[in-house]
């Protein structure tokens, strides 16, 4: 088995290129390297999905949504950490259908709570 990478990479997603900015240079202020994309879709075209550590996705989105682009990570690596964040607190009432039910920041968010989250579903993906 290959030996992980010590460097940690999220990916963030966003289609609010204000927030998709802030949260790559909170991440990177913390040593992560952030790779960030303005929808689920470029991000999954990129091929990068097997490389990241965790990913960062805003729920309300044009075109592939949130929870649309969970279920399509998750497909593909079903223990990847996902974190969502939404300006709309009623769309986490979708996340009644999800068994593994990723954790949710409301904007505006706490950036070192969200760093927190972070950190701590890294540790437990790398164990």
């Given amino acids: 088995m ?3 990478s010590s460097v940690l990479i999220v990916a963030v997603v966003d289609d609010d290129q204000s927030v998709l900015r802030s949260l790559e240079y909170l991440l ?4 992560y390297v952030v790779r960030v994309f303005s929808s689920g879709k470029e991000l999954l ?3 990068c999905v097997p490389e990241i550590d965790c990913l960062i996705s805003d729920i309300d989105m044009p075109g592939m949504e949130g929870y649309a682009l969970l ?4 497909a ?6 996902v974190i969502l964040i939404t300006g ?3 769309t986490l009432r979708g996340l009644a259908h999800l068994g593994d039910r990723p ?3 409301t904007k505006p968010f706490s950036g070192p709570e969200l760093l927190a989250a972070v950190g ?5 993906l790398r164990g």
């Fill in 2 to 4: 290959a030996e992980r």
């Fill in 71 to 74: 279920r399509a990570v998750r």
């Fill in 120 to 124: 701590e579903a890294i540790r437990k």
């Fill in 28 to 31: 990177e202020s913390a040593d």
């Fill in 76 to 81: 593909a690596r079903p223990e990847i950490p």
């Fill in 45 to 47: 075209d990129s091929g």
């Fill in 88 to 90: 709309y607190p009623e």
């Fill in 103 to 105: 954790r949710c920041f």
